[in-house]
């Protein structure tokens, strides 16, 4: 016998896979991205002067030459904006005032009427700096033997949980004790220590950054943009120039990818500050590609050191990490990302004895951001091969440690509060079983050796512990529903999901569903960020809240327009339905005249508009010196990733035969796009494994174009690409859903590397795993001639 | 200045006779002149594939040919492929298979796409990886485009 229980019911269109919003616009080149926005004659363009020196003070600046060219309109310069401008830790100026920090740092920007002339004014500009040493090394930035790059430090504005350490490179600190790791070691059967080298990579969105603003008479800005972070962007911008939040106004039409390179503030000040020059006139600032490698923000790289142990059952006793985040000039995220890696210092296992030292490092090198995975890939790519190691080390397979130590519901995690329930053990089994783990295929050619590997993964939200969500639901005269909101649709599909869960919450069909777009701070609802892979959930819960609402005013409504109690009543398909007295309304005729009063005495309702918010609320302070609290994050959202490769002896190169992805989203809302999400991550995950590399010499980048930093194309990706969808629910997360964006390339680095390490038994110290740097180890290790 | 130069080109079935500089790029002269932004720009040195157009019915990088170089010919850009009451099956597939996210490389694919299912009505997955490896994409992972022309060539060969 079954009993229905209503409120478990998943509504539609929860859990389809519905076909994109934005499908319309996009597959017509109708979409209007940033740079297709048309602003007249009057547009001005606007170019940089940019460091060519990785440290030097600036002792002079001439721009009189660049001035007197016909057709420049401004040519401004550090001295023209003094305030201080950064998300968590207030470290840079729009433009370079005394110092400069990185090839690339902004030093003087000019506005004219093309962008040939404004390119010939940047030339005509002079600048005499006095030459530093570079910082290059995060390690060695982190040592009292390092010139500093910001001397000034202890005199920055900074949020509470962030720990910048005086007169040192450390632009934040995090630590874990927990547990005594020193008397842990002497139980350990098999302990492994390792040193792992994450090299900076950069985002590669396929849309350069572009920014315009525009500042009138007034002193009211609008900035139109690329933008993740539209919000975000008016706070920190509208704080920088000294003017009100209200008078900052960010539009934000399609983006062209983001994975965090178009999060928080990067270029966009330089184009606002321009604009300020010249009142009344658009200036547009778009980046070359070549500017978009290293003028904008690239992922940190890291230097890592992890020592781990276990018993003789491969139970993991004691783990002691230490990691050198190289943040770059200034560390708009990376202060966070050091956190970040700090409390999720054990990767997904439950580990009784921790010490974690996480150092965010100012270097010479260009500014870190956050990049897909927030700092979890470059951490995770070392940590699970030091597990593999570790399984090998005390003779267990590489999946049976896993399963023997990952993180369980009520696992303590290593900032001591416990897990939620969570299906990552499921997500284990899952790629195991879709790679056929444990079985050993025959290679394709006598030159060729077969591996297999697994990682394994977990990524909290990183953010501050009040970030917040808003929406509003409208309905129109024929019915159909616009959904305000603030967060925006990177290619993720967070418009296609939203519109799903406003249909669902409602009763209304997806079909009748609209986004409010662009996203405009004057007119859209607040949203913290479009980062850290928290819309679904949640902006979710803001959009399905306002959408409770809006169905609540009108099911009152009916309800006393009929007489009849509300529990009666239902919206299903776009028509208010009685169960009761079996009558029926659609909403067309009733969400903006409202309904007659009985007998003609008038009329009641009126235009319905719902509103909803979503905020956590639980989030608590970690202890600075042990890193322990009650709760740390609002969620951890884990998975586990496989492939089987083949590495050719005679080159080195490395071929991807087969991926499996497993991960637990919580609720698929709309399971393609989950799939889609998975296989994008994975792609990207092994574009990062086998070919991208800043590479930096002496603070120059090398490759900063698409001939020289290569990222995957079509035939790098494997033919055969699973994706397995499994749903624990999140307590609080609309219909059970957590994010996903960014967990799909986390461990796929750390999966290619341990199944290079089963096909020719080498290891190396980072990522990229090149045909070059393959072949090398190989012959180092004597496993060719 | 430069000279200007005479273009008569046929873009998406239409006639334009334009002066134009000689060291104006195709991309540029299709968005700033024409204002057909569905071309979209994505590394102004041939690579990406973003700014694909069809010339004379071949796909070409419209960042890497002049606009001069077009005189009296034909050009064919996304939005020239099929209106939204009648997309080309590509565009169909596109949407029903899920094979675009942020869709800035989109009309690229598709422009490099047509002619590939006009000559291979019943292309590998492999024909297919390779016609358009030379087509950047960092959101989708391929998986879904991939799945997209195998759709578009089914529905046209129905």
Known sequence: ?785 | MSDLFNVNVTVNGTLYEREVEPRILLSDFLRHDLGLTGTHVGCEHGVCGACTVLFDGNPVRSCLMFAVQTNGHEVTTVEGLGDIDDLHPIQQAFWEAHALQCGFCTPGFLTTLVPFLEENPDPSEEEIRNAISGNLCRCTGYQHIVEAVQLAAEKMRA
């Open chain 1, 1 to 785: 016998m079954t009993t229905t229980v209503v409120h478990e019911r998943i509504p539609e269109p929860i859990g389809e896979s519905k076909p994109r919003l934005d499908n319309r616009k996009k597959v017509t080149g109708a979409a209007t991205y940033a740079d297709d926005m048309q602003f007249g004659s009057g547009l001005l363009y606007a170019r940089i002067l940019h460091s060519p020196h990785p440290h030097a003070l600036i002792k002079s600046i001439n721009i009189s030459r660049a001035k007197a060219l016909p057709g420049v309109k401004a040519v401004v310069t550090g001295e023209d904006f003094p305030g201080f401008i950064g998300l968590y830790l207030q470290d840079r100026h729009i433009f370079c005032r005394d110092r400069v920090r990185y090839v690339g740092d902004p030093v003087a920007g000019v506005a004219a009427t093309s962008e040939e002339i404004a390119v010939k004014a940047v030339n005509l500009i002079e600048v005499e700096y006095e030459v530093l040493e570079p910082v290059v090394n995060p390690e060695f930035g982190a040592s009292p033997d390092a010139p500093l790059v910001h001397p000034q430090l202890s005199e920055y504005k900074v949020v509470p949980f962030i720990l910048p350490q005086a007169g040192t490179n450390i632009s934040n600190l995090f630590k874990v004790r927990k547990g005594d790791v020193g008397a842990a070691w002497e139980k350990c059967a098999a302990i492994v220590e390792r040193k792992y080298r994450i090299p900076h990579i950069q985002h590669v969105p396929i849309e350069p950054h572009v920014a315009i603003a525009q500042v009138d008479e007034t002193g009211e800005v609008t900035l139109w943009g690329s933008s993740q972070s539209p919000f975000a962007q008016r706070n920190l911008i509208a704080q920088a120039l000294g003017i009100s939040q209200s008078d900052m106004r960010v539009v934000a039409p399609y983006v062209g990818g983001g994975f965090g390179s178009k999060a928080g503030v990067s270029m966009e000040a330089l184009a606002v500050a321009i604009a300020t020059k010249v009142r009344g006139r658009p200036v547009k600032l778009r980046l070359t590609r070549e500017e978009e490698f290293y003028t904008a923000f690239v992922r940190q790289e890291l230097i890592s050191y992890f020592k781990m142990g276990c018993d003789k059952n491969g139970k993991i006793l004691a783990m002691e990490n230490r990691f050198y985040w190289g943040g770059g000039a200034y560390t708009e995220y990376g202060v966070n990302v050091t956190r970040a890696a700090g409390y999720s210092s054990t990767g997904p296992y439950e580990v009784p004895n921790v010490k974690t030292d996480s150092y965010c490092v100012y270097t010479n090198h260009p500014v870190g951001g956050p990049m897909r995975g927030f700092g979890m890939p470059e951490m995770h790519t070392g940590l699970e091969q030091c597990i593999d190691d570790l399984a090998h080390e005390i003779g267990i397979d590489p999946v049976e440690i896993r399963r023997r130590n990952c993180i369980r519901e009520g696992s303590i995690l290593v900032t001591g509060s416990k897990m939620h329930p969570t299906g990552l053990p499921q997500c284990i089994e899952e790629t195991a079983k879709a790679i056929q783990w444990g079985q050993k295929a025959s290679p394709s050619a006598p030159n060729k050796r077969r591996g297999k590997g697994t990682a394994i993964m977990w990524k909290a939200p990183a953010m501050p512990p009040n970030a917040g969500s808003s929406a509003w639901v409208e309905l129109a005269e024929d019915g159909t529903v616009t959904v305000g909101l603030g967060g925006q649709d990177l290619g993720q599909g967070t418009f296609t999901v939203c519109a799903q869960m406003a249909a669902a919450a409602l009763g209304v069909p997806y079909e009748s569903v609209r986004i409010a777009t662009p996203v405009d701070t004057r007119f859209s609802p607040y949203e913290w960020q479009t980062v850290a892979s928290r819309l679904t959930w949640s902006m979710g819960n803001a959009v399905v809240s306002a959408a409770q609402d809006a169905r609540r005013q009108i099911l009152d409504l009916v309800s006393e327009a009929w007489g009849e109690d509300p529990e009666d009543l239902d919206i299903r398909n776009g028509v208010v339905v009685s169960y009761k007295s079996e009558q029926e309304i659609p909403l067309k005729d009733m969400v903006i005249y409202g309904l007659p009063k009985p007998n003609d005495s008038g009329w009641m309702g009126g235009p319905i508009r719902g509103r909803g918010k979503f905020m956590p609320t639980y989030v608590t302070s970690l202890d600075p010196e042990t890193g322990q609290g009650e709760r740390a994050v609002v969620h951890y959202t884990t998975g586990s990733q496989s492939v089987e490769l083949e590495v050719d002896l005679d080159t080195g190169q490395v071929e991807i035969l087969r991926g499996a992805s497993s991960f637990d989203v919580g609720k698929a809302i709309n399971p393609e796009m989950v799939k889609a999400q998975m296989e994008g991550g994975f792609v990207q995950g092994l574009s990062s494994a086998l070919f991208e590399e800043m590479k930096m010499v002496d603070g120059y980048m090398q490759n900063p174009s698409f001939v020289d930093y290569r990222i995957a194309t079509t035939t790098d990706a494997p033919s055969d690409l699973q994706s397995v969808i499994v749903e624990v629910p999140q307590d609080d997360g609309p219909w059970g859903a957590r994010g996903i964006g960014e967990h799909s390339m986390v461990a796929t680095a750390a999966a290619i590397a341990n199944a290079i390490f089963d096909a020719v038994g080498i290891r190396m110290e980072g990522p990229p795993f090149s045909a070059e740097k393959i072949y090398l180890a190989m012959l180092d290790a004597g496993i060719v001639e």
